[in-house]
């Protein structure tokens, strides 16, 4: 279970440096590796699903394996730690969807609309997507710390587990 929280922090970590550096990509105009901004966006958003999907998979899995225990021990504490497993979904849960929300929209607005009409007109849409990437970048930072936060407390709940000796 560690080494799975483990993976999930490295990924996150990696994720905030692909989304840092793709925003500083288009900020910018440069290139890395020859990757315009538009292709280093496609790696950002897949790393960035990707990453989501596993941080979401630990807690579903974690709250499972720790349902089977609560059921298993019929402790006197059951009632209480699932409520806990309950409360802690019901933080991360609704962020994580939220932030997976605004930044697919960022990369659906940018690179599905600005970056294809960009040639048509002379209009560049820098104004809508510069803010949008702002507010997503402060919440995805946000998240992290929700993320954090949620991992300590599913941690808290397993070390507060009853033995099953």
């Not at 225990?69 to 969807?97: A, D, H, V």
């Not at 702002?134 to 995805?140: D, P, Q, T, V």
């Amino acid at each position: 279970m560690y080494s799975f929280m483990v993976i999930c922090y490295l990924l996150m970590v990696v994720n905030l440096f692909a989304i840092t550096f793709c925003g500083l990509m288009g900020i910018y105009d440069i290139s890395f590796f020859g990757a315009t901004h538009a292709q280093f966006g496609l790696l950002a958003i897949l790393l960035f699903v990707f990453t989501e999907t596993i941080v979401m998979y630990f807690f579903i899995a974690t709250a499972k394996s720790i349902k089977n225990i609560l059921i298993e021990s019929n402790s006197s504490m059951s009632e209480e730690l699932w409520i806990r497993i309950k409360n802690i979904k019901n933080i991360i849960f609704p962020q994580t969807m939220l932030t997976i929300t605004l930044i697919g929209a960022l990369y659906i607005f940018y690179f599905g609309y600005v970056s294809s009409n960009v040639n048509n007109s002379n209009f560049t849409y820098s104004w809508i997507s510069f803010p949008f990437f702002i507010l997503c970048y402060i919440h995805h930072i946000w998240t992290l710390k929700v993320k954090n936060d949620s991992f300590k407390m599913q941690v808290g709940v397993i070390k507060d587990l009853p033995n099953n000796s």
